[in-house]
Nanobody, 123 residues
Framework: VQLQASGGGLVEAGGSLRLSCGAS????????MGWFRQAPGKARIFVAG????????SYADSVKGRFTISRDNAKNTVSLQMNSLNPEDTAVYYC?????????????????WGQGTQVTVSS
């Protein structure tokens, strides 16, 4: 199983980035997908999730209205569109997959993890 995240980078406050995560080795449409982030010295926290069909989404309060998660089951990809970024969004972002059956917000809910992509927002 491989989850490959990409799209991170350095952006000024107020800017946008789009993260993508490609999956292989799993039947992608059987898995709910999530994005987490981890800032230096802090725990990994939930950012957004989408169910296996792409019909149900969930967001952390801190990103609601700014971030949008989506998936393309034909391409085995999940994306995170991040707008109105601020320095507090600076972190390594990870995509993760969990067996379908209810969106999870805890890292332990997820079975597979990508390697992470760095997002840095300058003030």
């Amino acid at each position: 199983v491989q989850l490959q995240a990409s799209g991170g980078g350095l952006v000024e406050a107020g800017g946008s980035l789009r993260l993508s995560c490609g999956a292989s080795g799993i039947t992608f449409s059987w898995y709910d997908m999530g994005w987490f982030r981890q800032a230096p010295g802090k725990a990994r926290i939930f950012v957004a999730g989408v169910d296996n069909n792409g019909r149900i989404t969930s967001y952390a309060d801190s990103v609601k209205g700014r971030f949008t998660i989506s998936r393309d089951n034909a391409k085995n990809t999940v994306s995170l569109q991040m707008n109105s970024l601020n320095p507090e969004d600076t972190a390594v972002y990870y995509c993760a997959a969990k067996w379908r059956g209810g969106l999870g917000s805890r890292p332990n809910d997820y079975n597979y993890w990508g390697q992470g992509t760095q997002v840095t927002v300058s003030s």
